[in-house]
Nanobody, 119 residues
């Protein structure tokens, strides 16, 4: 079965950095589109970043306007893990961050990891 497990969240000051990890099982991250979403209290879950699948090469990436230039999505195919490097964090980045994939038309989500940015 497909399982996505996020880690790396925590409390940081504004301007700081965190790296989130999404360890996948049941799917191969190198051939699937992988994404990060976030949901803040009282707000809809929104896409943050995605990376396309590709067996032999690196994937194309997409970012929400609010995080462009600050966040970077990447993957380590040997570890079957997707990362979200978050730099220059702002209080507005505070949210629960979720890993996501959609193989064969089915949605799979991780349990989420809390990111809190203090001002």
């Amino acid at each position: 079965q497909v399982q996505l497990v996020e880690s790396g969240g925590g409390l940081v000051q504004a301007g700081g950095s965190l790296r989130l990890s999404c360890a996948a099982s049941g799917i191969i991250v190198s051939i699937n589109v992988m994404g990060w979403y976030r949901q803040a209290p009282g707000k809809q879950r929104e896409p943050v970043a995605s990376i396309s699948g590709g067996v032999a090469g690196g994937g194309s990436t997409n970012y929400a306007d609010s995080v462009k230039g600050r966040f970077t999505i990447s993957r380590d195919n040997a570890k079957n893990t997707v990362y979200l490097q978050m730099n220059s964090l702002k209080p507005d980045d505070t949210a629960v961050y979720y890993c996501h994939t959609r193989p064969l038309g089915s949605d799979y989500w991780g349990q989420g990891t809390q990111v809190t940015v203090s001002s």
